[in-house]
């Protein structure tokens, strides 16, 4: 069997990567596509971030509680809802952890 410690040491592994830079999360990415001035239907925003349709309308029930006030608006024939950030939380100082209690 090999240690697991001395696998992580061993010369050029990863020394001559170069720095990537920040990934987007994909709250940011929700965000950013709810943003838009159309917004972004359930279906386009699963697609793109990989999730199933309840798994998006449970983040964005999410962002409803984190403070982002959505709308979401039919555009009629027959065309699917369409939602999007008409307001964005003010910093109340509160943590993104959940269950995370305020200590003030």
């Given at each position: ?65 984190a ?34 209690t305020?200590?003030?």
């Open positions: 069997m090999t240690d697991k410690s001395t696998r992580s040491s061993e010369p050029g592994r990863g020394a001559n990567r170069a720095p990537t830079s920040r990934r987007t999360s994909k709250k940011d990415q929700l965000i950013r596509m709810l943003s838009a001035k159309a917004g972004a239907e359930i279906g386009a925003v699963s697609k793109k971030l990989g999730w199933q349709t309840h798994t998006t309308r449970a983040a964005l029930s999410g962002l409803r509680k403070g982002f006030e959505l709308v979401g608006e039919t555009p009629g024939d027959g065309k699917p809802r369409r939602y999007r950030i008409v307001a964005r939380p003010a910093d109340t100082g509160k943590t993104d952890v959940p269950g995370a305020d200590a003030r």
